[in-house]
């Protein structure tokens, strides 16, 4: 019974390895991305229970950009809020603000937040803040979105404080250098 409860643990930890592997070497296709369609995708993919409330800001930009990787990283981020919020009836707000050359984008949660001494460790590969036997995870989230903001030329934030909910802010070119 414990091997087999395990086996879909490893297969996750396999895959989330492998993804992160390929981040920077493979390169997708860049094509233009309207936002708004692409958040709308990924929350019906995540499937939040039915009080949980995602809240898309109005006039998402489109940028061009490898829409798998983009994915990855919102759906990465409003999943974690979803999976680590210690109310069933909880908030997340996507945001953005234009920043020149770059979109900031924002997912925030009002769920129980992370205290400043974990900030760092966060974004850290096979770190999880929550025991795994309270939460599934492999520790490879937050990392696989730093690195793929990073290789995409972004970079990533987390604002929280213990029981005031997190931000997670990122930012991501209109436009793929050199392209």
């Not at 860049?30 to 709308?40: F, Q, S, Y």
């Not at 520790?139 to 979105?145: E, I, N, Q, Y």
């Not at 604002?159 to 050199?178: H, I, L, M, V, Y």
């Amino acid at each position: 019974e414990l091997l087999r409860g395990r086996v879909p643990h490893m297969e996750a930890l396999i895959d989330g390895i492998l993804q992160y592997s390929r981040v920077g070497r493979v390169r997708g296709t860049m094509e233009p991305i309207a936002i708004g369609d692409l958040l709308n995708d990924v929350v019906d993919l995540l499937d939040p229970p039915a009080p949980f409330c995602i809240e898309v800001a109005p006039n998402m930009p489109t940028i061009v950009a490898d829409k798998v990787l983009l994915s990855q990283v919102f759906s990465n981020l409003i999943g974690n809020a979803i999976k680590h919020h210690n109310r069933p009836d909880g908030q997340v707000w996507v945001d953005w603000r234009d920043a020149g050359p770059l979109v900031e984008f924002s997912v925030r949660d009002d769920g129980p937040g992370i205290a400043s001494q974990y900030h760092e460790r966060a974004f850290t590969i096979f770190q999880t803040l929550a025991p795994r036997d309270r939460v599934e995870g492999s520790g490879l989230g937050l990392s696989l979105v730093k690195k793929i903001v990073e290789s995409e030329g972004g970079t990533i934030t987390l604002e929280s404080e213990e029981g005031k909910g997190a931000a997670f802010r990122f930012t991501w070119p209109k436009r793929p250098k050199g392209r």
